[in-house]
């Protein structure tokens, strides 16, 4: 059975962010909010974490999940960035947008796109997601809260919950995210492209769809 916390969304408690963090460390999934729609989350380094996530949204093993990241300094951790991404990002993080990068050393095998050994990193600006993330001093490793029978992500807690309280650790309620998922921008080529429009801007970028 699931905890379920009503955390506010601009000034989390911080006795709650803590406990959130004690139960990922534990090997938990958490459901938590983001700037653009509620998402799973759990540890890094848990390849059963992250296989109970890949049941939950019944994804198979090529499935890419993304590395939830609290600031540039841990993106360049986790990638490999030039100048030239590293302005990119700076200019539009945090916000809604998910990054395609090369992978460094530190990120696992089994997390990299198994060809191009790229993968996926975004710094959200919501407050409950960034002092998680402090509290963690970590990425969280993430997918959009999507089940298999929708066409949109969940955005009311009490439906997560009546649907996940026997496959989650954690429900954080911190009211609606929407439904309109990140901008994934690809950032490996001289010129970035656009995997997917979402609900990041695409001003900062002078680029087109495709």
């Known amino acids: 059975m699931a905890q379920f916390f009503s955390i506010h969304p601009q000034t989390p408690h911080l006795r709650l962010i803590r406990q959130a963090a004690d139960i990922v460390r534990k090997g938990g999934i958490i459901v938590y909010p983001t700037d653009s729609c509620y998402a799973l989350g759990c540890q890094i380094g848990n390849k059963e974490a992250m296989d109970r996530i890949r049941t939950i949204r019944k994804v198979d093993q090529n ?44 990120v696992p095998r089994r997390l990299q796109h198994p060809k191009r050994h790229t993968i996926g990193l ?42 996940l309280e026997h496959q989650v650790e954690l ?23 656009i995997a997917r429009l979402g609900k990041g801007d695409l001003s900062p970028f002078g680029i087109t769809n495709g």
């Not at 929708?150 to 439906?159: F, G, S, V, Y």
């Not at 929407?178 to 921008?185: D, F, P």
């Open 63 to 106: 499935h890419n999940f993304t590395l939830v990241c609290r600031d540039l300094a841990e993106i360049a951790t986790y990638a490999k960035v030039d100048n030239a991404q590293y302005r990119l990002l700076k200019t539009a993080t945090p916000g809604s947008y998910t990054f395609i990068l090369t992978a460094s050393r530190e």
């Open 122 to 163: 975004r710094i959200p600006e919501h407050p409950v997601t960034q002092a998680l993330l402090a509290e963690l001093n970590e990425p969280l490793l993430s997918s959009t809260l999507i089940l298999p029978e929708d066409e949109l992500p969940l955005n009311d807690a009490e439906e997560i919950r009546q649907r």
């Open 171 to 193: 429900i954080m309620d911190a009211g609606s995210c929407g439904t309109n998922m990140t901008t994934v921008i690809d950032l490996t080529e001289a010129t970035p492209r």
